[in-house]
């Protein structure tokens, strides 16, 4: 049995040690994710950890600051050994051990059987409480109004003449990259979308209509494309939770929150609580 031993020393100084036996760890600093940073230091999901026949591979979920490899910036990689994954002020190690997962550094201690006889009552009255009292979020429809992905077209450039051309050109760029990103991230995607728009309305108040022309219609596509996918998965879904399909759910939900990231309101309380409740059920089934 192999587990990932992990070694994480926080933006203050502080270090912590833990062992899991998973194959995909989720990096970031929301509440769904397996290794979880202080929200300032990290996005919403930052970095996937998946664990192959041949080591570890880690994919880049966020570039915001760019996650890194022995001070490295990378998309996706091989972790080697021994190396350092950083994602803003943290440094993290991770080490491939055999054995049971846990939390490492602790002395075992023997349990006695009054201890024994309590967790034996107080596990069970938790979990009543955690799927009986509270609301179950896997049975309640999700709220008709989502939050808008974007605000009002950009419509003004900062600059004028030969400097807004240069920006129209720089926002071009960085919304190109953002766009060829979009399958690894769907953050950049949705971010995509006002830089073209930036861009175009730059190039137009330097001069270049043809410029601004493609950079519009790509807003466009890209606006209309990403909609439509939103609005899909949100169907998927309904339907995943309508048939009992958690671990298709939980997939959902991850996606969905990647869309809404930075966002506030009903709908989006509703997946990262939903998130929560899908974990705990899909991990129930699993053991």
Request: glycine letters at 8%; aromatic letters at 6%.
């Amino acid at each position: 049995m192999r587990n990932l031993r992990f070694q994480i020393r926080l933006h203050t100084g502080q270090i912590d040690q833990l062992t899991m036996e998973a194959e995909r760890v989720l990096i970031g600093s929301g509440a769904h994710c397996e290794i979880r940073l202080p929200v300032d230091q990290a996005r919403v999901e930052h970095v996937l950890l998946e664990l192959g026949p041949a080591g570890i591979f880690v994919r880049a979920l966020n570039f915001e600051p760019p996650p890194t490899i022995n001070n490295i910036p990378f998309q996706q990689a091989p972790l080697p050994p021994g190396s350092v994954l950083g994602i803003g002020g943290c440094q993290i190690q991770v080490e491939i051990t055999e054995g049971q997962g846990g939390i490492v550094g602790q002395q075992k201690k023997k349990t006695s059987p009054i201890m024994f006889l309590a967790m034996a009552i107080i596990v069970p009255a938790g979990m009543y409480m955690l799927f009986a009292e509270e609301p179950e979020e896997t049975q309640k429809p999700s709220p008709k109004q989502a939050p808008e992905l974007w605000q009002a077209p950009v419509s003004s450039c900062p600059y004028t003449g030969g400097q807004a051309l240069a920006f129209g050109r720089e926002k071009m760029a960085v919304a190109d990259a953002k766009r060829e990103r979009r399958p690894f991230h769907v953050q950049d995607g949705v971010q995509a979308v006002p830089t073209y728009e930036a861009a175009a309305v730059c190039f137009r108040a330097g001069g270049d209509a043809a410029s601004g022309t493609l950079a519009e219609e790509s807003a466009k596509f890209l606006r209309r494309d990403i909609t439509d996918d939103f609005r899909t998965r949100r169907v998927r879904l309904d339907h995943a939770l309508l048939v009992e399909d958690y671990v298709s759910a939980q997939k959902e939900v991850r996606v969905l929150l990647q869309f809404t990231e930075g966002k506030s309101g009903d709908y989006v309380t509703w997946l990262s609580t939903l998130d929560r409740k899908l974990k705990l059920k899909v991990g129930a089934k699993k053991s």
